[in-house]
């Protein structure tokens, strides 16, 4: 007989370690909203077509909503909450401090991107991949990087503006 | 079509044989245990069935020690930045900073009951009684300083909360800080004039964004309740099929419960993916049910289908309310005799399929009962005339149900959240728990209020100097509406259009205020004959109508599909005539701000008049310009057409809109960029699609929308501001006309008319095709 037994399993969110109980196949996504209470990742379309839920995965977006609990132990994952505190420590400022946003935040709400805002999540955080690989990206690299997700409100223009925005900012080492 | 994903990634859990599945009956009763909500400022107002008395002052506002400021507004947070909106109207007529404002949006025990948070209404219409009602409060604490100051009204200013006059001054905190006003609205304070404005048409940034920025934001998804559990509805796996029987779990989860009442069908869990398992583990027998027509016949099985009959839903309509008397909207000179003598004519069908709302988030409701008292937490956009839905679905008086709004995923329309509230309530009181219940993708998708398709014959005749002479329309859809809500005044709601309540076998009064919405209408233009004709085939659903696709409001209601219709016939009767489009809409128009919004959307675009289709249509991508006009918005859409693949991409455009006075220009310039991009999707991507037995347009894959690398590069938008005349709604409007724009501007590009939605690629490949253009 296999069980959905419940496994205590040790995850790394937002740079702490958490204690959780959940079944290994779980998704990250139910472990991070509903054991950690983070409101960052949302539960879209569950099938990885939408982008709502997506974290970063040691630096990469991947999409909480199929990734099984247990394939992140050992690994760090970053949600939208602790991007502040990735961005002071790539910087080598304290986390600590309570917190400037991540560049890409702060240009979200210069752009005054939102309007419902529950996909923005997957957005930003895929930005947050893309501008580590891509210091200054095209437009275009933009439009490519974020045609994963989906917005239904149409902020796309002004996403892919804070995008250029964050971009320039982060160039120059922060504000 | 590729079928929905949904067995394939949540099924793949194995499970040990199913224990004891333990099925919950439904049962009523319970001690009493509720407490009211308390004001910020310590108050509850009493109140009646349909909330507190809107004509008392301190129902809209309190002031508090600190000078600020909290609105109490029964409109709901929809993304759409309004509340931000609302609380600038409060501040600039009570002479406070903006920062100073705090807000309570819609909760039935404390804030007015504002109707229906929908079209484009926010600002517009709603706005209407706060700004009263600051206004009445800057009067009342400007007589209280008098006395307390000694000096008269007439001595005193006012500014950033602070009285002063004569070398003294006090702060309305002094005044009345978290003091009741103990005043009704009178009616007699005056509003200030749009000169004295300092925060209305400036660009405050939205309250909310912060927070959504840094993932503090509280989605009505992310509330949780202690000892609350998960909860997921299992609709029937045919629109129309009946639950014969419920066997329990095929697998054993822990801790499921099966919830059950009619052909509703629900499972609750303590831990919320095991609640999704449950709902795809549960051992039901369904009957068989094939009653959709092949989407290939839509048309027909739309015109074929019976009219909506009164007489045959006597509950629909409240006293006072009446159905138009006559099917025929509008009936001028005699259309007949002047299509029989115009110098050329056309006779055209057009037709829009059934669109979903699409919300991101599947729509989420969350339920706690006290006894009999209970409390919810939702997105509904009518929380009072769903709060009275949900009391008169358990039998209850309204005040024994509690709804408390809390944003959801934007919604468009009426997307799942009236049901979701419902489901979560049965369900909680089911298991004696809270209980939170968010759709799947597949039920939001699969079980939704969609948008009617919609057939157009279309008529139009010119003279000889190419002048408008007859406009004709015939046109079939079902409902616009579906809400458990009457539009005001009249107050309350009826569970019955709510497709949670009649799987469970609740019959009573489905609500109806209208037929549909109504027909086209050559809206901005002058033509001396013109007739317009709806017929209304009534408020279908999954378990009753002639074509039991469920049908209710979505953006624009039926503006979209009414304008594809309307402003496609004028524009082919332009080049019918040979004339410029836009040069033919200012012939026959007659009021400024129209043409004012139409020249500045031409100017601002570069549009470059001549006939259309455009003369040069060499190569195998053709690029082409169209103009759509709704109401006082003017739009340009500039296109490319791949002939080869049949793809369309609208790389730019301009978007002029006078909405009366701006309250705030960034967020109109915001819901402009919004509504036309989703009217983009809508109008190049989106289609429901179903087999004989339901829906199946039911993720992302299968019901594709616009994504990033199709975006338009520029979307420029023109601001036409009238600070002195009131507002008009901004976040449908710019929405109306993007079908016919795109569509016109598909024809300036290849000279093929698309008169049939969506221009997706095999769909525009085919008929270009078909007209030996590809």
């Known amino acids: ?175 | 079509m590729s079928e929905f994903q949904k067995e394939r990634h949540f099924s793949r859990k194995r499970f040990v044989k199913a224990g004891g599945a333990l099925i919950v009956g439904l049962s009523l009763g319970g001690p009493t245990a509720s407490a009211g909500a308390k004001g910020v400022a310590g108050y509850q107002p009493p109140l009646g069935p349909y909330g507190p008395d809107v004509s008392q002052l301190d129902t809209w506002l309190a002031i508090h020690a600190d000078n600020t400021v909290t609105l109490y507004t029964g409109i709901i947070p929809l993304g759409t930045g309004s509340i931000t909106g609302v609380l600038q109207i409060a501040a600039d007529e009570l002479d406070v900073p903006f920062s100073a404002m705090r807000v309570v949006t819609a909760d039935t025990s404390r804030t007015a009951d504002q109707f229906v948070s929908s079209g484009s209404r926010a600002i517009s219409s709603h706005g209407v009684p706060i700004r009263q009602a600051a206004a009445e409060a800057r009067a009342f604490l400007v007589n209280l300083a008098s006395t307390t100051l000694g000096l008269p009204v007439a001595e005193l200013t006012v500014t950033d909360g602070v009285v002063s006059g004569g070398g003294k001054s006090t702060t309305y905190g002094q005044l009345l800080g978290d003091k009741l006003f103990n005043a009704q609205i009178t009616g007699k304070a005056k509003a200030k004039t749009p000169a004295d404005y300092k925060i209305v048409g400036t660009s405050v940034p939205r309250i909310d964004i912060p927070g959504k920025a840094a993932g503090t934001h509280t989605f009505v998804q992310n509330i949780r309740l202690p000892g609350m559990v998960h909860g997921r509805v299992v609709r029937p796996p045919a629109s129309g099929a009946t639950l014969l029987k419920v066997k329990g779990f095929k697998k054993a989860i822990p801790g499921a419960q099966i919830v059950r009442k009619g052909d509703w069908l629900g499972v609750v869990a303590p831990r919320e993916y095991d609640a999704i398992q449950a709902s795809l583990m549960v051992d039901a027998v369904w009957s068989d049910w094939s009653g959709l027509p092949p989407i290939a016949s839509l048309e027909k099985a739309i015109r074929e289908a019976p009219l909506y009959n009164p007489a045959e839903h006597p509950n629909d309509l409240r006293p006072g309310q009446a159905f138009p008397s006559s099917p025929i909207s509008l009936n001028t000179g005699n259309v007949d005799a002047a299509l029989a003598a115009a110098a050329k004519k056309l006779s055209i069908t057009y037709t829009t399929p059934y669109h979903s709302h699409g919300s991101i988030g599947p729509s989420c409701g969350v339920a706690m009962w006290q006894g009999n008292q209970l409390t919810v937490w939702s997105a509904s956009q009518t929380p009072y005339g769903t709060r009275e839905a949900i009391a008169k679905f358990f039998g209850l008086p309204n005040n024994n149900v509690r709804l408390i709004s809390v944003e959801g995923s934007g919604c468009y329309g009426q997307n799942g959240s009236d049901d979701a509230t419902l489901d979560a309530a049965i369900m909680a009181q089911a298991v004696g728990k809270p209980v939170r219940v968010q759709y799947m993708r597949w039920d939001e998708f699969g079980w939704e209020n969609y948008k009617s398709a919609r057939v157009f014959d279309m008529n139009g005749g010119i003279d000889a100097n190419g002048r408008v002479v007859a406009w004709k329309s015939e046109s079939w859809g079902f409902t616009g509406y579906g809400r458990p809500e009457f539009h005001e005044p009249a107050h309350g709601g009826e569970p019955g259009s709510l497709i949670s309540a009649q799987l469970t076998g609740w019959s009573g009064a489905e609500v109806e205020e209208g037929q549909g919405g109504g027909a086209p209408t050559p809206g901005n233009y002058s033509v001396p004959n013109a007739w317009s004709k709806f017929n209304y085939l009534g408020a279908p659903s999954p378990r009753r109508g002639a074509l039991r696709i469920k049908t209710g409001s979505m953006r624009t209601v039926n503006g979209y599909d009414n304008t594809f219709a309307s402003e496609s016939l004028f524009d082919e009767l332009a080049a019918l005539a040979g004339i410029d489009a836009v040069q033919f809409r200012l012939n026959h128009m007659t009021n400024p701000r129209t043409i004012a919004a139409l020249r500045a959307a031409a100017d601002t675009a570069g549009w470059q008049y001549r006939p259309s289709p455009n003369p040069n249509r060499q190569g195998r991508v053709l690029s082409g310009r169209g103009v759509s006009v709704s109401g006082t918005v003017a739009s340009v859409f500039e296109v490319t057409v791949d002939t080869k693949t049949g793809k369309i991409t609208v790389p730019r455009i301009t978007t002029a809109i006078d909405a009366g006075q701006h309250v705030n220009p960034d967020m109109i310039a915001s819901q402009v960029e919004g509504a036309v991009t989703q009217g983009i999707s809508r109008v190049i991507r989106e289609q429901v699609t179903w087999n004989a037995s339901g829906i199946t347009s039911r993720d992302w894959v299968t019901y594709p929308i616009l994504r990033m690398t199709d975006t338009p590069r520029a979307i420029n938008v023109v601001l036409l501001p009238h600070q002195d005349l009131p507002s008009s709604g901004v976040g449908e409007p710019p929405q109306n006309g993007v079908g016919a724009g795109v569509a016109n501007a598909v024809f300036d590009a290849t000279a093929v008319r698309m008169r049939s939605t969506p221009l997706s690629p095999p769909r525009v490949r085919a008929m270009l095709k078909a007209a030996g253009v590809a």
């Open chain 1, 1 to 175: 007989l296999e069980v959905s037994l419940a496994s205590k399993l040790k995850i790394k969110v937002n740079g702490l370690v958490h204690s959780v109980t959940a079944s290994l196949d779980t998704p990250l996504l139910y472990v991070l909203h509903n054991e950690l209470r983070l409101h960052g990742p949302r539960f879209g379309c569950g099938l990885a077509q939408c982008g709502a839920c997506s974290v970063l995965l040691d630096g990469k977006e991947i999409r909480s909503c199929v990734t099984p609990v247990a394939a992140v132990s050992g690994k760090a994952i970053t949600t939208l909450e602790g991007l502040p505190a990735m961005w002071s420590s790539s910087r080598g400022t304290t986390a600590a401090s309570p917190a400037a946003l991540h560049p890409l935040q702060q240009a979200w709400i210069d752009e005054q991107v939102f309007q419902c805002g529950y996909c923005q999540n997957g957005m930003i955080i895929q930005a947050a991949d893309l501008l580590t690989t891509v210091k200054r990206p095209t437009e275009d690299q933009i439009r490519t990087a974020l045609n994963g997700h989906l917005c239904r409100c149409g902020t796309n223009i002004r996403i892919i503006r804070a995008v250029q925005r964050a971009a320039a900012v982060m160039t120059k080492g922060g504000k």
